[in-house]
């Protein structure tokens, strides 16, 4: 399995610009997350869904942030507009279903830089 | 609420042990991870260990849960220049998330 698939890999956009990032999650994974990492605040967990459907929202930061899962095998993670503080490390990661004993496993990551 | 802590720095010498600790604050999780995180790169999980358990030993890595004080630790032996990374540990959320410390970055000096 090639495993959880992210792009871009790297973004470098100008403040109020769209930015959409991408994930595939691997094969027959029923869990999709998405995560934030910043040097201040560590790693955040934004939002994450199950069978397609969001499960818990309380993560994302605000009404710029959304995120849709049209179909088990894509997820996208929307900011519009773009601020500078939004520059961080964006993880996708999926697991087999949700629950306390799920491994998650993590795709390589978008690094978004937002001058 | 749901908290895990550890520190975030740790600096050994290579062939050293290096223990990275973490306390957390959910007693009703059924698993706790270590994951690691080189440079650039997403995080990789490294081991977990069932909460019914008090040590697990996977080849360098051995993993020692107190339930009672609910603390965890990771033990590298041996450790090498390429352990160096930072490593996350997690607890299962109550709504089937994990929740992640702020991760210790070792460094391992020649």
């Known amino acids: 399995d090639a495993g959880v698939i992210q792009s871009p890999r790297h973004e470098v956009t100008e403040m109020g610009q769209e930015v959409t990032l991408r994930c595939k999650p691997i094969s027959g994974h029923n869990s999709l997350f998405w995560y934030r990492q910043t040097m201040m605040r560590g790693l955040e967990l934004l939002i994450y869904f199950n069978n397609n459907v969001p499960i818990d929202d309380s993560g994302m930061p605000e009404d710029r942030f959304s995120a849709k899962m049209p179909n088990a095998s894509f997820s996208t993670l929307k900011i519009q507009p773009s601020e500078p503080r939004d520059s961080a490390v964006y993880f996708c990661?999926?697991?087999?279903?949700?629950?306390?004993?799920?491994?998650?496993?993590f795709g390589p990551g978008t690094r978004l830089l937002v001058l | 609420g749901e908290d895990v802590e550890q520190s975030l720095f740790l600096s050994v010498r290579e062939g050293d042990s290096s223990v990275i600790n973490c306390t957390y604050t959910d007693s009703s999780s059924t698993y706790l991870y270590w994951y690691k995180q080189e440079p650039g790169a997403g995080l990789q999980l490294l081991t977990y260990i069932f909460s019914n358990m008090d040590m697990k030993q996977d080849q360098r890595l051995t993993v020692l849960l107190n339930k009672k004080d609910k603390h965890l630790s990771l033990r590298i032996a041996d450790t090498q220049t390429g352990d160096s990374a930072i490593y996350f540990c997690?607890?299962?959320?109550?709504?089937?998330?994990?929740?992640f410390g702020k991760g210790t970055k070792l460094s391992v000096k020649p």
């Open positions: 997690a607890e299962g959320g109550s709504q089937g998330n994990l929740i």
């Open positions: 990661a999926s697991s087999l279903t949700s629950g306390r004993a799920e491994t998650q496993y």
